[in-house]
């Protein structure tokens, strides 16, 4: 069984920063790409930011200059540090992350964490 973990929701004014963070634990061989997604409250789930093994990012168009995604390799962690929060960026936030298990090292397998909610006041 893999487990992805997402931390570090709240409340923020509009303007402030947040950083959430995503464990993946449970019975990894290793992890390829890791993402964080979105979804506002009617609206579809949107690709927010990813992150390659070596390190490589993209990003939204909304919110590129304000997010940093990163991720620590030796601890199945990504991160997603958040500034300049705008109203708009109100949502759950959710991981992504292609993982390849030690009883089938041929196929990755695709895994969501349970979201956590990231709300910004105007």
């Known amino acids: 069984q893999v487990q992805l973990v997402e931390s570090g929701g709240g409340l923020v004014q509009a303007g402030g920063s947040l950083r959430l963070s995503c464990a993946a634990s449970?019975?990894?061989?290793?992890?390829?790409?890791m993402r964080w997604y979105r979804q506002a409250p009617g609206t579809q789930r949107e690709l927010v930011a990813s992150?390659?093994?070596?390190?490589?990012?993209n990003y939204a168009e909304s919110v590129k200059g304000r997010f940093t995604i990163s991720r620590d390799n030796a601890k199945n962690t990504v991160y997603l540090e958040m500034n300049s929060l705008k109203y708009e960026d109100t949502a759950v936030y959710y991981c992504?992350?292609?993982?390849?298990?030690?009883?089938?090292?041929?196929?990755?397998?695709?895994?969501w964490g349970q979201g956590t909610q990231v709300t910004v006041s105007s």
């Open positions: 992504n992350a292609d993982i390849f298990v030690p009883t089938d090292t041929r196929r990755l397998k695709n895994y």
């Open positions: 449970g019975s990894i061989f290793s992890i390829n790409a």
């Open positions: 992150i390659t093994t070596g390190g490589s990012t």
